[in-house]
């Protein structure tokens, strides 16, 4: 099953580099997922999101408020690839 991943954030520096390293992961993995990039304030509030860059994956928020490291970033990526979609738990944390 095709993984959807969304990387909310309004273009700031830290949301351009969650894209990036999110893409780069997914690439690296293998996965089969698509990523998209949300820059509407609308779309990112209906995820009650307070702090971007935030991650999505299957509309279950994962992250935000932070650019994760890339090992980090991929531990998570290939939990939520092995998890159903409704055990998957939420990581928040502040911008360094």
Do not use: H, W
């Amino acid at each position: 099953m095709t993984m959807t991943i969304k990387v909310l954030g309004p273009g700031c520096r830290n949301c351009v580099i969650l894209d990036r390293v999110t893409r780069e992961a997914v690439a690296d993995l293998g996965l089969d997922a698509t990523v998209a990039k949300v820059e509407d304030y609308q779309a990112i509030m209906d995820y009650s999101v307070m702090t971007t860059p935030a991650l999505v994956i299957d509309d279950r928020v994962v992250l935000a408020g932070r650019v994760p490291n890339p090992s980090q970033l991929r531990q998570l990526l290939a939990d939520a690839a092995d998890r159903p979609a409704q055990t998957q738990n939420t990581i928040e944390g502040n911008v360094p």
